[in-house]
């Protein structure tokens, strides 16, 4: 139960993180345009490969580290201490090297990247991941729900038009700052004073680079397609796949939210050297993210070339078509989530994850070379799904001695099958009817309702585990 309560913590933020760009992303669409939404995309994707390298893998690694030392306050603190004292030290060091860089080579938009400097500066004092550690969701979705909204109403009442995107810059990076600034308090009852002599932070360096490897060439390939759209079309069209990338990974961010919750959960069960109980926590959270992203997928490619231009405004028309190509990833993402994230990392088979998306960022590199000069923005779109499916496929052979792949794929065509009937459906409304907010939610619950229906008939097995959940709650009531 205490994963599912982390799971509904998880999820409940990224829900609110879907609800909240309802409301800001055809605001800024609009008020900005899609020619400074691409330089926003631009600088903040540059600023992201430093704060990414003063990170360098602690978000992951600490979180690990607290989970192995859970029962244990005094090495859970020493841990604490360490890990963090380490990620200050890099990320001062990583910041330098970023202004450096900004005063040496950047002469255009200059002001903006340094405006896009707080995300480092916020990165430094970010402890969420001791509190994932401690499977302690409720801090920092809480402190996450507060950071959005507030950003939220900064964003209405300074950001007013064509001339505001520094302020939009530094609301974003601000809000993020004191939002990890707010976490430091809750510090007292869960850590105690470790003497400094005893921290060793450099002790923790290999082991977090090693982590930093994967999560680094991670993100490599998810920025370097607008770093190379940037640089080999125009800012408008950067922008145009930039807010069609941010619909997708609004929609990936639900099932996503599993990863989170279940990688200190795994470690700490692995830890306990329970390796049956980590293979069954592997096929549940397979089965699960499957039910939920195959009809989110379906639901998105079925709404979104008559959602693109009335949500985000005529000038984001294009943004349609890349949504339809990107949204596969959907799918692909929360299954190598779960052999990744879920798996690999907390058992301690790094370089297996490592290799995975190593592979993902050459290829992404390779295709988009050849199809962002063919196809623009559908081709950097085309791009993330070709490398996305190769990290996936990778994942699956490397898991293959240890998990059964028949098993995790026993239940995927009812999923498949019922999705696919509720894409039909759901596209042919869209095109039939005008987009308004009532025909929006009309054909939600039409696609979710048909998708249950489909599941009902095909008997899978996600409907009995959910039947048996609701009958535990209102037993326990």
């Known amino acids: 139960m205490k994963v599912i309560k982390n799971y509904l913590y998880n999820a409940s933020y990224q829900i609110l993180n879907m609800l909240i760009p309802l409301i800001t992303v055809p605001y800024i669409s609009r008020v900005l345009g899609a020619h400074d939404v691409g330089i926003n995309e631009y600088t903040n994707s540059w600023v992201t490969f430093f704060y990414l390298m003063g990170q360098m893998g602690v978000t992951l690694y600490g979180n690990r580290e607290v989970a192995y030392h859970r029962e244990d306050i005094y090495e859970r603190s020493r841990t604490f201490w360490g890990v963090e004292a380490l990620q200050v030290f890099t990320v001062s060091a990583s910041l330098i090297a970023y202004l450096f860089a900004v005063f040496a080579f950047s002469t255009t938009f200059k002001y903006y990247f340094l405006m896009q400097g ?3 500066i916020a990165t430094g004092l970010d402890i969420s991941w001791y509190f994932m550690g401690l499977e302690n969701f409720r801090v920092t979705v809480i402190r996450n729900s507060v950071v959005r909204l507030v950003s939220v109403f900064l964003i209405f009442t300074f950001v007013k038009n064509v001339n505001d995107l520094g302020k939009y810059i530094i609301i974003l990076g601000g809000t993020q700052l004191v939002g990890n600034l707010t976490l430091w308090p809750y510090l007292r009852g869960n850590v105690i004073w470790v003497s400094i002599r005893k921290w060793h932070p450099f002790k923790h360096f290999y082991p977090a680079l090693l982590l930093f490897i994967p999560t680094i060439t991670t993100q490599v390939y998810l920025v370097l397609n607008r770093l190379m759209l940037g640089r080999m079309s125009t800012q408008t069209a950067l922008g145009n796949f930039g807010q069609s990338d941010k619909i997708v990974k609004f929609v990936l961010a639900v099932v996503t939210a599993t990863g989170t919750v279940m990688l200190p959960h795994v470690a700490n069960k692995f830890a306990k050297g329970d390796i049956k109980g980590v293979r069954a926590s592997l096929y549940s959270s397979f089965n699960f993210v ?14 979104s070339q008559v959602f693109a231009p009335w949500f985000l405004g005529q000038q ?34 790094v370089k297996e994850f490592t290799t995975s998306v190593t592979i993902g960022a050459v290829s992404n590199v390779i295709f988009n070379l050849f199809l962002i000069e063919a196809w ?3 081709g950097a779109a085309l791009a993330t799904v070709g490398s996305e499916l190769l990290v996936t496929a990778s994942q699956l052979v490397m898991i293959r001695k240890t998990i059964s792949r028949r098993r995790l794929f026993h239940e995927q065509w009812k999923y498949i099958c019922s999705g696919l009937v509720m894409f039909i459906v759901v596209n042919r409304i869209s095109i039939t009817i005008n987009m308004t907010i009532a025909n929006l939610a009309l054909e939600v619950l039409v696609g979710a309702l048909i998708y249950t229906l489909g599941l009902v008939l095909t008997r899978a097995s996600i409907i009995e585990e959910a039947q048996k959940l609701i009958g535990q709650r209102f037993s326990k009531k």
């Open 118 to 120: 707080l995300w480092i």
């Open 290 to 303: 499957s039910a939920i992203s195959i009809p989110m997928m379906f639901g998105l490619m079925a709404i």
């Open 316 to 349: 984001f028309l294009p943004s349609g078509k890349i949504m339809f190509i990107e949204a596969p990833i959907i799918v692909l993402i929360a299954w190598s989530n779960v052999t990744g994230t879920q798996y690999l990392m907390p058992v301690n088979r």
């Open 376 to 378: 623009g923005a559908n």
